[in-house]
């Protein structure tokens, strides 16, 4: 079991940057990739930015060159960087921690993120 607790979310203007936190814990093995997920109104959930234990990182198209995902395994805390912010970055963003690609994971309660002017 991993429970996992977001953090960092709010309303910013386009162009302006926020930072979301997640902090895990429970079983560490679960933990070997943890990501930022986002899911808008009316869309699927989709993989926003992944990074693994030894710290590869994944990024969706959209938001390459603008997220930046980071992690700390001593303290089991993930971090996004969101920078150049756009309206369309607007979702709910959740925090995933899964033992390998295969699994589901586990899901934090998510955080809502709002661009808009």
């Known amino acids: 079991q991993v429970q996992l607790v977001e953090s960092g979310g709010g309303l910013v203007q386009p162009g302006g940057s926020l930072r979301l936190s997640c902090s895990a814990s429970g079983n560490i093995l679960s933990m070997n990739i943890m990501g930022w997920y986002r899911q808008a109104p009316g869309k699927q959930r989709e993989l926003v930015a992944s990074?693994?234990?030894?710290?590869?990182?994944n990024y969706a198209d959209s938001v390459k060159g603008r997220f930046t995902i980071s992690r700390d395994n001593a303290k089991k805390t993930v971090d996004l960087q969101m920078n150049s912010l756009k309206p369309e970055d607007t979702a709910v963003y959740y925090c995933n921690s899964k033992p390998n690609k295969f699994s589901g994971g586990y899901w934090g309660q998510g955080t809502q993120v709002t661009v808009s002017s």
């Open positions: 990074i693994t234990v030894g710290g590869t990182t």
